[in-house]
């Protein structure tokens, strides 16, 4: 059972434009939420996260929008460059429960020139 | 701060024979590391999950017999994966998770191809 849910396999933006990447979730009893950036063979790079207690955390071009009423939370990256293609997971835990991180699918982002 | 280190990055062994899979962090000490396992285009799966000096809790389906985790150290933690055949082919991620927060930094990554 999918708990954390990428619907869009992948998305392509322009240079220079904002790339927005969307994560829904079910479980109502996450707590903290990340995001990883993947490269093809290689581990994830973690990016940036956001407590339950916050609607928004940003850091330089990367911030991270909560919406827990609609369980929803996106990632925005502005201005979006070639080299921040990849692969974007989204990833939820529940803090009193191991710290397991419950993944998404993973949104593939192409930035073209 | 916070690298994780695996090794090997890619071992090729023949069925039947046991592989192990090394996973340090270099720079922090983790009291918890995790171990995942990612298929082609898929998302990862978390296998197990291992605590300094306890054993291992594996996930659902997940056989504790075949993947063997041993965390002797708050810096290492290792995974065998032991009589290998061709399905274990994959691509297996180390994680840690230093004390006090909740981020999880992952290894690079090891591919296994069982022949």
């Known amino acids: 059972d999918q708990q954390v849910k990428q619907n869009s396999p992948s998305l392509s933006v322009q240079e220079g434009r904002i790339s927005i990447l969307n994560c829904d979730y079910t479980n109502s009893m996450f707590d903290y939420f990340l995001w990883y950036k993947k490269y093809p063979a290689e581990g994830p790079t973690f990016l940036i996260s956001i407590s339950s207690i916050k609607d928004k955390n940003e850091d330089g071009r990367f911030t991270v929008f909560l919406n827990k009423s609609a369980k929803h939370l996106s990632l925005h990256i502005v201005p979006s460059q070639p080299g921040d293609s990849a692969v974007y997971f989204c990833?939820?835990?529940?803090?009193?429960?191991?710290?397991?991180?419950?993944f998404g699918k993973g949104t593939s982002l192409l930035v073209t020139p | 701060g916070a690298v994780v280190s695996q090794h090997p990055s890619w071992v090729i062994c023949k069925s039947g024979t046991s592989v192990k899979i090394e996973c340090r962090s270099l720079d922090f000490q983790a009291t918890t590391m995790f171990w995942y396992r990612q298929f082609p285009k898929q998302s990862l799966m978390l296998m197990a999950t291992s605590n300094e000096g306890s054993k291992a809790t594996y996930e659902q389906g997940v056989e504790k017999d075949k993947f063997l985790i041993n965390h002797a150290s708050l810096t290492l933690s290792t995974l065998t994966v032991t009589s290998a055949h061709p399905e274990d082919s994959s691509f297996y991620i180390c994680?840690?998770?230093?004390?006090?927060?909740?981020?999880?930094?992952f290894g690079p990554g090891t591919r296994l191809t069982v022949l």
């Open positions: 990833a939820a835990i529940i803090s009193n429960s191991g710290y397991a991180l419950n």
């Open positions: 994680s840690a998770r230093p004390p006090t927060v909740f981020t999880q930094y």
